[in-house]
């Protein structure tokens, strides 16, 4: 008999029917006990309630500024890389850029220079030949003066030797004559 | 009632997988009143830490470069908020809290169920009927709120042909209805029937030959139930953020 009831008992609790008095410590579904739900209800209310607050008051916030933190972090250390690297860019043509202009700088003081180097030279050279020109002249005045002197020694002693080679032929000539004379050889 | 008890443990096989579900007084004996602190408010209560210990105390330090605990926390903040943001788009997102506040309680409820000797409050129709219910009327209210009248044109199916409209339109509006008994179906029916099951598995227990096949059983269903606490609550709250979506852009 005890099992019989017992089984009608479980077949009553499967069924989910309220067989039992709220009191019965073995209610087929207890998820179907109503006296319960007021209970369950109410501090589920509490419960979420709380959670709520705990969440949109504290966590949810925090959690948030966090996260935009991080992504503001994330965001910025990007930047500042890409920043570092448009000044490397930047630094790499200006670098570039100094060492063509050094270069043409260097061209251009060679190209100076050597201009420099030619128009000295070229007034050395120019003095040299104003100096050598001026020495030839002289010289050349020098040559002419010993040619022109030595002439005149020439005609002296051409003179003097005809002169004494009459006397020693026994002739006498004036002076005049003689000099005529050598002056017309001379020429000749 | 004890000669009862003794016959029924005489029987040998003794199964009482619905005991576990019981609501009772967690201090002393007595009837359930309305305010009683039960196994059910005590477990709920340690969700509710729990949800305070991931939340709060795991991120007071609001690290840059997050600790483990930081990282569940912001797992399941950004797991929430692009669920909410990619159903609900961006007017979806003021209700974030709400939706958070639901799949966090769902959640450790479920977890926390799943240890020995513990009580899941989220197996009783009652609690999921109250957040089925909440996020029902809510949402109705907000989509007249938001809409007026046009809210109503969620159930006329624009781009069906007109002759199939009310038809369709009766199909919506019952199946508008039923959607809060469903949602809290789902979810106390999967972790009452999972925890009846892993019960009856260890009844059987009690035979010496079956009782290794019975704790690979418990322990296959324990997997699966792991599985299933996650995935009810997300399908709670991803039908929660479904619905919120009809109430913010009711046309099809």
Known sequence: MATETTNSDGLADVMGVQSHAPADAAPGMPQLDFTTFGNQIFWLVVALVAIYFILSRVALPRIGAVLAERQGTITNDIAAAEDLKVKATEAEAAYDKALIEARAEAQRIIAAAKADIQADLAKAIADADVEISAKTAESEKAINEIRASAMENVEVVAKDTAEAIVAALGSSADAKTISAAVDARMKG | ?252
């Open chain 2, 1 to 252: 009632m004890v000669a009862e008890a003794k016959g029924e443990e005489a029987g040998g096989l003794v199964f009482h997988p619905m005991d576990q579900f019981i609501v009772e007084p967690f201090f002393g004996d007595g009837a359930v009143s309305w305010y009683t602190i039960t196994n059910s408010t005590v477990w709920m209560a340690i969700a509710v830490l729990a949800v305070f210990a991931l939340l709060v105390l795991g991120t007071s330090k609001r690290a840059i470069v997050p600790t483990r605990m930081q990282s569940v926390a912001e797992l399941a903040y950004g797991f929430i908020y692009k669920m909410v943001e990619d159903i609900c788009g961006k007017e979806g997102v003021k209700y974030f809290p709400y939706i958070m506040t639901l799949f966090m309680f769902i959640v450790f409820s479920n977890f926390l169920g799943l240890l020995p000797m513990a009580f899941t409050p989220t197996s009783h129709i009652a609690v999921t009927a109250v957040m089925a219910f909440a996020v029902f009327f809510g949402v109705t209210i907000l989509g007249f709120v938001k809409n007026g009248a046009s809210f109503l044109e969620l159930f006329w199916v624009s781009s069906a042909p007109l002759a199939l409209r009310p038809i369709l339109a009766l199909i919506e509006v019952i199946s508008y209805f039923v959607r809060p008994v469903s949602h809290s179906i789902r979810l106390a029916g999967n972790m009452m029937a999972g925890h009846a099951v892993i019960k009856v598995f260890a009844g059987f227990a009690a035979i010496a030959a079956i009782a290794p096949l019975s704790v690979v059983a418990i322990t296959a269903m324990y997997g699966l139930e792991v599985l299933v606490s996650f995935i009810q609550a997300y399908v709670f709250t991803i039908l929660t953020c479904v619905y919120l979506k009809d109430a913010l852009h009711p046309h099809h």
